[in-house]
């Protein structure tokens, strides 16, 4: 499924509202996540599961061809972490 | 880290800051966007949202388990796992705001 067929779904289900405001509704959520991890925060979202941003610290890695030494700096990277109902629900 | 948790009540509010939709309906709306990901889930065995990331379901086989305080080995069973791919706009926009904010 991809974010159109998402929205088309939403919209087939809520005839009382326009397609554009079933787009700003899929946008606003996924802007709010968005923002959040940009801040640092955790979004949790009980039954679906739970998105944190994790530091990575600046190493030293090497280039693995030539195994000359590059410096790799910080970094930060969202994780996510699947709900207990989602995770039961794939294992049916 | 003390950092705020934004929950489902949070992404309500930003449904109806933004659209101006009732806040029973925002709520309802925030909630049948997270099922229909579960069920597209279910059925495609991924989502994949533009800009934000996707979702794929992963097998994995069974596997020699061992109970770290007994030491004894459990089978763990083939089961089916949820990961998520964030984008490189997501990646982008979560490296541009934290690098070197001290958090």
């Known amino acids: 499924m991809i974010k159109s067929e998402l929205i088309q779904k939403l919209v087939d289900e809520n005839p009382h509202l326009f397609q554009k405001d079933v787009e700003n509704i899929v946008a606003a959520i996924f802007d709010e996540i968005s923002n959040a991890l940009a801040r640092g925060d955790r979004v949790e979202l009980r039954g679906f599961g739970a998105f944190s941003v994790k530091n990575r610290p600046a190493r030293i890695g090497r280039n693995p061809r030539t195994g000359e030494k590059v410096n790799v700096g910080e970094k930060y990277a969202p994780q996510f972490k699947a709900g207990k109902e989602i995770r039961e629900r794939l294992n049916r | ?103």
């Open chain 2, 1 to 103: 880290m003390g950092h705020k948790t934004v929950t489902r009540a949070d992404l309500a509010e930003a449904v109806y800051q933004k659209v101006g939709l009732s806040r029973t309906e925002s709520a309802e709306l925030v909630e049948r966007t997270l099922d229909l990901i579960c069920d597209g889930l279910v059925q495609d065995k991924s989502v994949k949202l533009s800009s934000f990331g996707s979702f794929h379901v992963r097998s994995k086989s069974e596997r020699i388990g061992r109970n770290p305080k007994t030491g004894e080995e459990v089978p763990i069973l083939p089961r089916q796992v949820l990961v998520f791919k964030p984008s490189n706009v997501l990646k982008s926009k979560i490296n541009k705001s934290m690098v070197g904010s001290g958090k």
